[in-house]
């Protein structure tokens, strides 16, 4: 089973930024992907970002187009969501989740469809505010 913690939280005020860490280990093969997701109280779950292990395919939702980097470390089994800019509409509790996958066509639906995933980490608050 794959695990996944998420690390990088915090309050920070508007315009700000933060990185965010999701720590991966237990993977049986290199083809995955990786998403980031957030969820605000009373609101659901929403995909934010998601990254493909073998090659540099990279989703955003429009959200966060042009103020959140995704990316990967794999030496360190790593994968950061940096986020500039920041607003209060971003407050939420991060999620990274991972998927397996047997080819990589499914890469491009599983980004834009929020899934499916196997397995979640335990999630990491960001909170915008002055």
């Known amino acids: 089973q794959v695990q996944l913690v998420e690390s990088g939280g915090g309050l920070v005020q508007p315009g700000g930024s933060l990185r965010l860490s999701c720590a991966a280990s237990?993977?049986?093969?290199?083809?995955?992907?990786i998403g980031w997701f957030r969820q605000a109280p009373g609101k659901e779950r929403g995909g934010v970002s998601c990254?493909?292990?073998?090659?540099?395919?990279?989703y955003y939702a429009d959200s966060v187009k042009g103020r959140f980097t995704i990316s990967r470390d794999d030496d360190k089994n790593t994968v950061y969501l940096q986020m500039n800019d920041l607003k209060p509409e971003d407050t939420a509790v991060y999620y990274c989740?991972?998927?397996?996958?047997?080819?990589?066509?499914?890469?491009?639906?599983?980004?834009?469809?929020?899934?499916?995933?196997?397995?979640w980490g335990q999630g990491t608050q960001v909170t915008v505010s002055s």
């Open positions: 989740a991972a998927a397996n996958i047997m080819s990589s066509i499914r890469v491009y639906s599983i980004c834009v469809q929020g899934g499916p995933y196997d397995d």
């Open positions: 237990g993977f049986t093969s290199d083809n995955y992907v």
């Open positions: 990254i493909y292990s073998r090659e540099g395919f990279t």
